[in-house]
């Protein structure tokens, strides 16, 4: 018996990279979703962030995207961690520590995954206004599965001296068509 891939559906990616050309890296990122059978709708632009956790590493360039696959959110994480890899990476680094690029699944239409190395919605989706502002712009009237409360609330939900930490530096044209 053959299984029956997922229908395709929306799928929203928060990406961050502070090591590097950090732009390129974003790029790049967005190139291998692209050829890995993400079909692109719409990026937002980036924003330079400061670091979240660990405070002593480079600032952060951050952009959310959203997509349309039927890959499987297991699929989707291994094409993740493949261009993760392929810029350089080291899965082996303390968390939250500086990196080339992160590409992370925020939310997934339809679907929520609780597993030991992949949760969707992303665990720590509604603490980060450097994922919720840039995710706004491309998402803000999708609603959280959990929470029942559109992306673009959550985000008016963080503090404001929070949200101004997030400073756009590019509009949406950085990534061709």
């Keep these: 018996m053959t299984s029956v891939p997922p229908p395709a559906r929306r799928v929203a990616l928060a990406l961050g990279s502070n ?4 732009e390129a890296h974003l ?8 050829a890995g059978g993400v079909t692109i709708k719409a990026v937002s632009s980036i924003y330079e962030t400061p670091p979240w956790g660990v405070v002593e590493q480079p600032a952060f360039l951050n952009a959310a995207l959203v997509g349309v696959t039927s890959m499987s959110a ?5 094409l993740a961690k493949r261009i993760e890899a392929a810029a350089g990476r080291n899965f082996d680094a303390e968390r939250w520590t500086a990196r080339p690029i ?5 939310l997934i239409e339809g679907e929520t995954v609780a597993d030991p190395d992949l949760v969707v919605p992303h665990v720590l989706l509604t603490e980060r206004s450097f994922v919720l502002v840039p995710l706004a712009e491309v998402a803000g009237g999708w ?5 029942g409360v559109t992306i673009a ?19 949406s044209e950085w990534v061709a068509d």
């Design 143 to 147: 609603v959280h599965p959990h929470l």
């Design 153 to 171: 609330t959550l985000r008016d939900a963080r503090p404001a001296e929070e949200r101004a930490e997030v400073v756009p530096v590019r509009g």
């Design 74 to 78: 297991r699929d989707l994480l291994l």
């Design 19 to 22: 090591l590097g050309d950090r």
């Design 102 to 106: 992160d590409v992370d699944l925020a």
């Design 27 to 34: 790029r790049a990122a967005v190139e291998g979703l692209r």
